[in-house]
């Protein structure tokens, strides 16, 4: 079955799909999330909420899908990543908890100081989340002490070094644009107006960034490019990222919210797409010998298993898929509360 197939460089690629499809829908929820102080008024702040009240957590099944996805095809990787990570991916757990939480209780009350608290609960466990996620992919950028038998110890101040602290904060810029964008679309009147007005300083601060972190990577891990050295070709796709940045402020001017949507989404996939082609066939690179490094042909799971994984990703995708685009377009348009709203 699937003869002829790189079944390997295939389950790379759709592990990296569906991590992608993660950053992309919950990368807009969490921006709106990073964002929500900046709001004034409690009903604007009920918008906000509003906006991603249907959706926010049927995005999160794109990441649980990817995690079982590396965990089925790639267990070494996912072990060695999962145990060395353990004390960054308990502070994501609790922000993810604490934004959940916020959301629901949020609206339980009248008290001012009660949503003011949950109000700052759902905005700092956003940027947390998004900064963690970003430092955990820093990290996996410059390599881990993975040893010979694949495992890595390292202490949660080794994680939050400066490379991988600049690629959090680009993380979170990036995720503030694209919530930018998703607000302005669900929003109107007075409070579009204002959403309207960050989605240029978000692209600004995205784009230093974004800059910074490509010279740091040059500079200091050099390893990432020697795959557009050999394959110049590739740089394309650096050109079409910039390019699709550049077209939000020129969509957003024209009122096509969902064309500037579109745009950014691209940018993350561009981003992620980079990042994967600097690594393959690398997942975790060791900062010990090379020789320790996890790849998608030494560390993952059986022909057979990778074979039975791609049947049940053909009969399960188009159901995820079918779910998530019925659940966008039964909520599509503007947020309007009513009692059942948050």
Request: proline share 3%; aromatic share 14%.
């Amino acid at each position: 079955m699937y003869e002829g197939l790189d079944l390997n460089a295939t389950w790379f690629i759709l592990v990296g799909v569906l991590l992608t499809g993660y950053a992309i829908l919950d990368g807009f929820d969490l921006g709106v999330g990073a964002l929500h102080l900046f709001v004034k008024g409690d009903k604007n702040r009920r918008i906000m909420i509003n906006s991603i009240g249907p959706v926010w957590d049927g995005n999160e099944v794109w990441l649980v899908t990817g995690g079982g996805a590396l965990f089925a095809g790639f267990p070494d990787v996912y072990a060695t990543v999962f145990s060395s990570f353990y004390p960054a991916i308990m502070l994501i757990l609790v922000g993810i908890i604490f934004r959940a939480v916020a959301i629901e209780f949020r609206s339980k009350n009248e008290s001012a100081k009660w949503r003011q608290s949950w109000d700052i609960a759902f905005s700092v466990s956003s940027i947390l989340i998004a900064l963690l996620f970003g430092v955990a992919l820093g990290n996996i950028i410059q390599g881990i002490p993975v040893n010979a038998e694949k495992e890595a110890y390292i202490s949660f101040f080794s994680l939050v070094n400066p490379y991988a602290i600049l690629v959090g904060v680009t993380t979170v810029a990036l995720f503030m644009m694209h919530g930018a964008i998703y607000a302005v679309m669900k929003t109107e009147g007075e409070l579009q107006v204002k959403v309207r007005s960050w989605v240029n300083n978000t692209i600004i601060f995205f784009v230093i960034c974004y800059v910074t972190v490509t010279m740091a990577t040059l500079i200091y891990i050099p390893h990432m490019i020697d795959v557009f050295k050999a394959h110049p070709e590739y740089f394309a796709l650096a050109i079409l990222n910039m390019l699709a940045v550049a077209n939000i402020p020129r969509e957003i001017h024209k009122g096509r919210e969902f064309m500037a949507f579109l745009s950014s989404s691209f940018s993350i996939a561009a981003l992620l797409g980079l990042f994967a082609l600097g690594m393959f066939p690398n997942i975790v690179p060791s900062t010990i010998d090379t020789a320790y490094n996890l790849t998608a042909y030494a560390h993952s799971s059986s022909r057979k298993t990778l074979e039975v994984m791609i049947t049940m990703a053909l009969i399960g995708i188009p159901f995820v898929l079918a779910y998530t685009t019925s659940i966008y377009w039964v909520f599509r348009g503007k947020v309007k509360l009513d009692k059942m709203s948050y």
